[in-house]
């Protein structure tokens, strides 16, 4: 392929909304261009690379004997309402309606779909086990679209389904598709860890999710390096009570409680925040109480914590069921709050009051007072508040103890580029999914479910192969195989050679890439930096002088002179080598 | 490939709402399931088929020089509202708002998007000429999705946009196009027709459709035997008035004219229909003036023409740009009109008049009365009603003349599967996308788009190669190339003939379906003639007894026998020579 007769836009400057590097990246290579908020058209560059992907994901996925299908990316609601995902989606959901006014979903994911295929044609227990997967378009209403290709509302997955006859078989179907996936992450290059993880909006009792660690990962994951835990931050965080270890609801009675404080109340002008609150009392932070107001999916909430941690939103979206958000100004004054000074003595019925474990175990709280300016101090659970729900959704931190052995987890940053959950018979059940047992019996398929996000893919190699100068493709993912530069476009000699080479380095199975612009050599190796093809092949007046051409790989830096005639197989070594 | 770890599940009988026979037997045959009016899910097989389709669209894109890239499926309104097509193409686009509000649509197609790209990266004459496709699903919220995937609201297409610096430079890339077309269509086994076509919400002065014969076929078109000419029926309709042959509007001026009868009112009780009035006056239906009456995209218009032909809506809706749609009778009545006894002379102001050439050139018209069980005779156009345009949107009939020579034309039906348009600069001049050209001016792009319908020639190919018993694959789009079909499945002898000759034939490179089924050899028949895999080899006790196995070609139904030691030879040749 010649460099003038492809679209590759490659820019100097970083893009103006550009965060994470492997955004910035993508764009300045000409991989990716923007169209709207976490939307993008793939350049061909982007293109040929997802196609690599691709490739890997469906070789491995044929190799473990899923069998390939495709499902409309279009919806209809109906079989949602059923599974009760259309409104627990709720507008994360991109959501239409047909010219008769027919609600239409873009599919996140194809559950429902699937399972109602299944129901249809795999009706008899020799039909099992079947694994069906597709690799398509996704669409995901972002609150928040950012990272490039990272967390777009659109974006390239393979989703498998698997049908078995009971849990055994599941487990059998789902460690087949964790080997699979441990083969995908490595061809492609991609590093990853499995961690245990929340199952969200799919359910599903085990789901492992593939990260990939990099800086700019959105998903937090925990990690034991004492007992080799590890799960992923909401998981971390809902998870981290073990069996048996929830208290119960506690009443507010208006007893005395052994070895509590009174309750006294303190001016506290100007403390709407717990730092102010802390330096002005001299109460450490972990001694305050800190009550956050939410309202989830309609239904006010009001989350107790200490002062010195966060809520997890996300985790207690999750622990719901519902979407969260903070409460507004007018929910604050309809409700009879204080913003900055509730206290949860004064939360009013009708509000559910969730606390962390540290809360209901706590004594002599310093809350909110209710009034402007006002705290109060030695507030006890079950005298002076009630508990509804004792729920652990603080954002874990570095050092906080491991749920399994207790020693200290360490926090990193992921993407997350495959997830797998065992579903059992969720979805059969409120779909109606049915199969014809040995025995004559019919029972409902029990699924499991595993995606690979292969735009994510691509993304998260940007971010793990890269440096200053630009992208570090793997081998198995990148654009072309070989970037042939010729430096001196206005001799001959050069431009023969470099033409020779790209026909020898092609006729040896290779994708070369041929920079053949009219433009300075200086621009060029720029630019095949930026691009990250794995070997980059330079022939100038200079090195043919003498008979030689000059090889690069592009991941380690490395480089090595040939012979004009023994360059194409020095290539291919060199591809071989490289990562 | 094993049939038993297949997903195919084949039906004997016809799919209840299923009219074409492409329709009913990819439904048989297991290749697509419906998931909601329009919508399909495409089964293993589909995917197999689709999937060569693409590759050989693929590989005549990229040998054209044509660089493949990926544009999103939802995208912005802005720059289709500033084309003029968000409201142009109406209901017909599905829409949807995100959870900020923002307008977005999925695309039928994608000028948009890529001209928009055009003006920011191809800024140079250097970068031009330049060929940008993608594969992938498109949408259109048909009003009646009909034909299975022929006229579906969810289709993969192929579409490709040229920029080029002038309009000689689109003619040569639109003729390179119809070029690569032409080896598409003939590469994948499907006959076509190219004919001049209407360029509908598309746009553009020249353009070409590809069309497949078939009795299905919702898109007639006309061809004139005498001098080679073939247009769409749209096209040929609204087309069908020469250059400067079309008169101007007509006054109504109530003054006499010559050779013309006087209009004399007759009851004509319950002639509400032509054939009624034809009958009961004894008039031939050519001579009586059919008034229609329509909504056109929220303005009433009146379509005059002799009663025996009836209006082509979408070439009306084409050539008005606007959608169509009878008036009802509320809106007959609105208007003080009678529905089946409208005449010309009774239209009010406010209602656009277009007449057909017929009308305007002819006298003495039967019309409606405007009153109940009331006719006139004798009415004359500029005499006794007004024709504020001519314009030819009477339905072709075979035997029209030919508006190229006069000869008679011949009317076929046809399914579009590729659509060719020269846009020139319209969609540049709306979105302002320019490059310098080498004199140092900005210049808008040039354009042309080119679509390939890669489901509708799955769906045309099946329409074209079937018999009674089922689909017969042109060799290039077929899911296997060879069936092995073991007749007596309890015998080890046939067993392992079967497994070795499935063994040898993918060793041999060919795609291999083995039906391992425990099922009547009947019921194996019966789905290999509907399947339509190009290739049967038959194993039977009895034959192999002799030392040899059985081959059928399906397309053909030619068999014959071979040593099992030259069988995979054999099935070789027969793919080779199949169709």
Redo the contacts between chains.
């Keep these: 392929m010649r460099r003038?007769?492809?679209?590759l836009?490659t820019l100097r400057e970083t893009p103006a909304d550009a965060e994470a590097p492997s955004h910035v990246l993508l764009v300045r290579a000409g991989f990716v261009?923007p169209?709207?908020a976490g939307?993008?058209?793939?350049?061909?560059l982007?293109?040929r690379t997802?196609r690599r992907i691709e490739t890997i994901v469906r070789e491995e996925m044929d190799a473990a004997?899923a069998?390939?299908?495709?499902?409309?990316?279009?919806?209809?609601a109906d079989p949602w309402k059923r599974t009760g995902r259309w409104e627990a989606y709720g507008?994360?959901m991109?959501?239409?309606r047909?010219?008769a006014g027919?609600e239409?979903g873009?599919a996140p994911t194809h559950e429902e779909?699937v399972t109602l295929?299944a129901g249809?044609?795999?009706r008899s227990y020799?039909d099992l086990p079947?694994n069906?997967y597709q690799i398509?378009?996704k669409?995901r209403?972002e609150?928040r679209p950012r990272f490039g290709l990272l967390r777009g509302?659109?974006f390239l997955m393979k989703d498998a389904y698997s049908f078995d006859r009971d849990e055994e078989g599941l487990r059998r179907s789902y460690e087949a598709m964790r080997a699979a996936y441990r083969r995908i992450f490595r061809r492609c290059g991609v590093e990853v860890r499995e961690v245990e993880a929340d199952a969200g909006l799919i359910g599903g009792q085990v789901n492992h999710e593939f990260l990939a660690p990099a800086g700019v990962g959105e998903d937090l994951f925990v990690r034991c390096d004492a007992c080799g835990h590890a799960a992923d931050l909401e998981a971390a965080a809902v998870g981290g009570l073990g069996a048996g270890a929830a208290p119960g609801p506690v009443a507010a009675t208006g007893q005395p409680v052994p070895g509590a404080a009174p309750l006294v109340e303190v001016q506290t002008p100007g403390c709407a925040t717990i730092e102010a609150l802390s330096a002005f009392l001299g109460v450490p932070a972990e001694r305050t109480l800190k009550c956050m107001l939410y309202d989830a999916g309609g239904a006010p909430v009001a989350v107790l914590l200490p002062g010195d941690r966060e809520v997890d939103e996300r985790a207690l979206a999750r622990a719901l069921g519902r979407e969260v958000r903070p409460f507004t100004a007018q929910e604050f004054e309809a409700h009879g709050l204080v913003k900055g000074y509730v206290g949860p003595q004064g939360v009013p019925e009708g509000i559910d009051v969730l606390a962390d474990p540290a809360v209901a175990a706590g004594l002599d709280w310093v809350a909110g007072g209710n009034q402007p300016d006002v705290h109060a101090t030695g507030v006890a659970p079950g005298r002076d508040f009630r508990i509804d729900r004792v729920l652990r959704v603080a954002r874990v931190r570095d050092g906080d103890p491991c749920p399994a052995c207790g020693g200290p987890l360490a926090i990193a940053r992921g993407i997350v580029v495959g997830h797998v959950y065992q579903l059992g018979a969720r979805y059969a059940e409120a779909l109606g999914a049915t199969f014809l047992d040995e025995d004559g019996a019919e029972r409902h398929h029990v699924m499991g479910c595993y995606g690979v996000g292969i735009s994510r893919v691509m993304a998260a190699a940007a971010e793990q192969h890269h440096d200053e100068a630009g992208l570090r493709w793997p081998r198995a993912l990148a654009p072309f195989d070989v970037l042939v530069l010729p430096t001196n476009m206005d001799d001959p000699d050069v431009l023969r050679t470099a033409g020779e080479l790209e026909a020898g380095l092609a006729a040896a199975g290779l994708d070369v890439l041929l920079d053949d612009r009219l433009v300075a050599a200086g621009v060029k190796f720029a630019d095949a930096d930026l691009i990250g093809v794995p070997v980059q092949v330079v022939a100038g007046r200079r090195g043919l002088s003498a008979g030689a051409v000059d090889l690069k790989v592009r991941a380690t830096g490395e480089r090595a002179q040939a012979p004009v005639g023994e360059t194409v197989a020095a290539a291919v070594r060199a591809l071989a080598a490289a990562p």
Excluded: C, N, S
């Design positions: 003038t007769r492809l679209l836009p261009r169209v709207a939307v993008f058209t793939a350049l061909p982007g293109v997802l004997g069998q390939e299908l495709r499902m409309p990316i279009v919806v209809p507008e994360e991109f959501k239409l047909d010219r027919r239409l873009l779909v295929l249809a044609e795999l020799r079947a069906l398509g378009w669409y209403d609150v509302r659109e």
